[in-house]
Each structure stands twice: as structure tokens, then as C-alpha cells.
């Protein structure tokens, strides 16, 4: 990332992983998709983005993102091009990713890491679109970049775009990658998977009511490793699926008990402890100035 250009100088925005601390299929909408209910809970973990503006209009990718993914195929790609469209920009930027959240892990990491490009740009183009049309900008990348874009703990229905943003308490998790990547087509499309559940409310959740996760018993009976991955986290609290991936996770309500909990299963699973933000860290770095 070393190669001059006079346009500017590299800053660094952070794209913060997701949990879905519940997702239930309520059924089918008109348009085919599952209509969809879940809490989008911000972590203080993730990938980074260092983005440099360029006086021309070219859009490049610095380096890899995921391991084999096209540059036209990446999102962070697609979202700069997308913005640098719909703003009808004449400056153009280099792109690099610093990747940390695995991916097909359904912790959110190239939606994280587009809606990171969409306000990021947005500030450093002086576009100035909003977050309202930078959200319906993010919809039309994956159903999943708008809750990134608005950047707040949501509870979330249609396919994830439909947001109401809810105050959490203070939580730590401990993830665990399995090391399997789940292809989300594929595991929608199972026979398995109930499409049908009743659709639930914030009173439930917030009742604390379990409300699980539609996709975890697919996911558990499909992937041996999955499976394993709970029967050791069940030793130390109650595992749970995130979103549409492999990823597991336990909560705990201080970092001290999550912490004791990783070193208890730290010779049988690849795991790491993180903070449950209020918010996230993205807005804080926008309204710092980068």
C-alpha cells in the first residue's frame, strides 16, 4: 500500500462482525424470500478498511479480501462502484481490507465490510446521500448491509431490512469457528428447515423467552465440526448459531466468565472472546472524522 498517488492519504474504518442473537422464518413472502425475525447485536471486533481517495475515477482493490474472490465479485467493490454511481462521482479509490472475521461464519463480515465502504466514501467523497439512501444502497448489495450502514443493536424483520433499533445490555461472547463455510443458498433451500414459526415479539426476547435459531439443527446435523463445537461450548453455557454460518457463540455478562470459559475449552476449540457494543464502532470513527 505503498504506491504514491496525489489524491490523498490512506485512513482506516473498522467493519465490525454481527451476532444473531435469534432467527426465526415465519414464512414466505410474495417475492419468494423468507420473511425473517432476528436481533442484530454490534460487536467491538472485526475487519478493518483503509481506503485512499484517487483524483481519477478508478475503483481498485489493494491485495486480497477473501482468499480467491474475484475483485468485481468482492462487495467492498461493488459498493464503491455502486455509491460512485448513484453519487455520479468523478474520483475514484483504492481499497484494502484487513480481514479477521471468517468468512461463511454468518458473523457478517462482507456485508460489514461494503456498508464500512458506503459511509466511508460517503464521507470522504462529500457525497453526503444520508444514511436513509445509503441503506437502500446496502439492501441492493445483501439484506444485511443496511443494519451495518445505520450501525445500531437492532431488531430486525422482512429479510433483515425492516429495523427497530433496541438497547442491549452489556454482554461478552465467546465465538468459535468451526471452520466450515455454509453456503446460505444451499442451507435455505434444505427440507429440513421450519419456514414456519410463530412469529415472536421484542416482549419475548426481551423476557428473555428462547427463541433459537431456524437454521442450527440443519446446520448441526450437516456439519460433524458444528456439531462438535457445541457439545464442548455446552460444558461451559448455552451455544447458539449466528445467522445463516457456522459460527457458535456463548454470552456471558462480564469479560472475566467469558475469559474462564475459553481457557476451559481452549485445547479442543478455536475460539476468542469479544465485547457486545452499544453501537458501532463505525459511527464513532464517522463522527471523529476517520
Known amino acids: 500500500m505503498n504506491d504514491a498517488d496525489p489524491a490523498g492519504d490512506w485512513s482506516s474504518w473498522p467493519a465490525p462482525a454481527k451476532l444473531n442473537l ?44 477473501v482468499a480467491g474472490l474475484a475483485e468485481a465479485d468482492d462487495l467492498v467493490i461493488r459498493a464503491a462502484r455502486l455509491l460512485q454511481k448513484e453519487a455520479n462521482v468523478a474520483q475514484g479509490v483504492d481499497i484494502a481490507v484487513e480481514k479477521r472475521i471468517p468468512s461463511g461464519a454468518g458473523l457478517g463480515g462482507g456485508s460489514s465490510d461494503a456498508a464500512t465502504v458506503l459511509r466511508a466514501l460517503d464521507h470522504l467523497w462529500q457525497t453526503n446521500l444520508g444514511e436513509d439512501r445509503l441503506a437502500t444502497l446496502g439492501l441492493a448489495l445483501g439484506a444485511d448491509v443496511p443494519v451495518f450502514v445505520r450501525g445500531r443493536n437492532a431488531w430486525a424483520e422482512g429479510v433483515g431490512e425492516s429495523l427497530v433499533p433496541i438497547d442491549l445490555p452489556p454482554a461478552w461472547y465467546l465465538l468459535a469457528d468451526p471452520g466450515v463455510h455454509v453456503n446460505t443458498a444451499g442451507l435455505f433451500q434444505s427440507p429440513e428447515l421450519t419456514r414456519n414459526a410463530a412469529p415472536a415479539t421484542m416482549a419475548d426476547f426481551v423476557s428473555g423467552a428462547s427463541l433459537g435459531n431456524a437454521f442450527e439443527p440443519v446446520l448441526r446435523r450437516r456439519e460433524p465440526a458444528v456439531e462438535a463445537v457445541f457439545g464442548v461450548l455446552s460444558e461451559v453455557g448455552t451455544p447458539r448459531l449466528t445467522g445463516t454460518g457456522s459460527g457458535c457463540f456463548v454470552e456471558f455478562a462480564t469479560r472475566e466468565s467469558a475469559e474462564a470459559a475459553q481457557v476451559q475449552v481452549a485445547s479442543r476449540v478455536s475460539s476468542r472472546v469479544v465485547g457486545g457494543a452499544a453501537r458501532s464502532p463505525l459511527l464513532d470513527a464517522l463522527e471523529a472524522g476517520g
Open 22 to 65: 435469534f432467527l426465526r422464518i415465519t414464512g414466505r413472502r410474495d417475492d419468494g424470500y423468507h420473511a425473517l425475525q432476528t436481533v442484530f447485536r454490534m460487536l467491538d471486533w472485526g475487519d478493518t478498511i483503509r481506503l485512499r481517495p484517487r483524483a481519477d475515477n478508478r475503483i481498485r482493490r489493494i491485495g486480497d479480501s
